[in-house]
Nanobody, 113 residues
Framework: QVQLVESGGGLVQAGGSLRLSCAAS????????MAWYRQAPGKQRELVAG???????NYVDSVRGRFTIYKEYVKNTLYLQMRNLKPEDTAVYYC???????WGQGTQVTVSS
């Protein structure tokens, strides 16, 4: 089972930016699509952005144009660059490896209005 460790969350004002990181324990990117999910209080976990093994990306409509998912093979790290953050982006963000459905522990993002 691959280990995933997220970091980079925090408190930011609306309109601000954050970059989330997900460090993987092995060379998971060559064998697995990856994704960022989030879960807000009282809501179901939702897919935010995904990236295939070949680098194709997809986004939920609410973040398209504001968030960018990308990966660095050398560092075995997945990123989520978030810009123009809104209060409705407040949630715990999780990294996921599709191949074995591994999850990180999550990182809290709070956007104040």
């Amino acid at each position: 089972q691959v280990q995933l460790v997220e970091s980079g969350g925090g408190l930011v004002q609306a309109g601000g930016s954050l970059r989330l990181s997900c460090a993987a324990s092995g060379s998971i990117f060559r064998v697995s699509a990856m994704a960022w999910y989030r879960q807000a209080p009282g809501k179901q976990r939702e897919l935010v952005a995904g990236i295939s093994r070949g680098g194709l990306t997809n986004y939920v409509d609410s973040v398209r144009g504001r968030f960018t998912i990308y990966k660095e093979y050398v560092k075995n790290t997945l990123y989520l660059q978030m810009r123009n953050l809104k209060p409705e982006d407040t949630a715990v963000y999780y990294c996921n490896a599709e191949v074995n459905n591994s999850w990180g522990q999550g990182t809290q993002v709070t956007v104040s209005s």
